[in-house]
């Protein structure tokens, strides 16, 4: 049985078909995320009292103080994130979609989402921001839709950069989650 696995591998490598590989789910766990300077940070709690390959759970913002407790400012629920950024005076928090399941860009796959306050302003899946789905390469099980690391500019005071793997660079507002502007990039 093990040699006809083996087998079956080398075929689909020497096939030229690399793009096929074995994945994993990564466990939810617990993280902290903080603002660029830290004066506050989001903590992300995954829900252990469900299956945790559904990405449930909950978080937290915080803000320091020079007292031994910090400041409780707001919270999620529902949801878990492998990535989050929260804005530097704690009001706004932008979430990254996880690893989305399937082959191709779905409306129910979370691309990116906008918080204020904990509560939802605006969502954007992966098949309204990747326009050209043969950019998209996939695993077994999953598809990646980001093609670099998304990142918060201007101390995440104002806006916030994401890529996808088509290459098309969007800047949104992290006030109210619209698009300042899209471009492709090389």
């Given at each position: 049985m093990k040699t006809a696995f083996v087998i079956i591998i080398g075929l689909i490598y020497f096939s030229g078909k690399h793009e096929l590989y074995i994945d994993e789910e990564v466990t939810p766990y617990p993280y902290v995320t903080s603002s660029e300077?830290?004066?506050?940070?989001?903590?992300?709690?995954?829900?252990?009292?469900?299956d945790l390959f559904k990405h449930k759970g909950f978080g937290r913002a915080y803000r320091t103080s020079i007292h031994q407790q910090d400041e409780y400012l707001w919270n999620t629920e529902g949801w878990y994130a492998f990535n989050t950024f929260i804005s530097?005076?704690?009001?706004?928090?932008?979430?990254?979609?996880?690893?989305?399941?399937?082959?191709?860009?779905?409306?129910?796959d979370l691309a990116i989402a906008f918080y204020k306050h904990g509560k939802l302003l605006k969502k954007y899946s992966t098949e309204e921001l990747i326009k050209d789905k043969s950019k998209v390469q996939h695993s077994v099980s999953h598809y990646d839709f980001l093609?670099?690391?998304?990142?918060?500019?201007?101390?995440?005071?104002?806006?916030?950069?994401?890529?996808?793997?088509?290459?098309?660079?969007?800047?949104?507002?992290?006030?109210?989650?619209?698009?300042?502007?899209?471009?492709?990039?090389?």
């Open positions: 300077f830290g004066y506050v940070y989001f903590k992300m709690i995954p829900d252990t009292t469900e530097s005076q704690g009001e706004y928090l932008i979430r990254i979609g996880n690893w989305p399941r399937g082959h191709k860009p779905k409306a129910e093609g670099e690391k998304p990142e918060c500019l201007d101390y995440c005071t104002d806006s916030f950069r994401l890529v996808t793997v088509d290459r098309l660079e969007y800047i949104f507002d992290i006030k109210n989650g619209e698009i300042l502007s899209t471009s492709l990039i090389d």
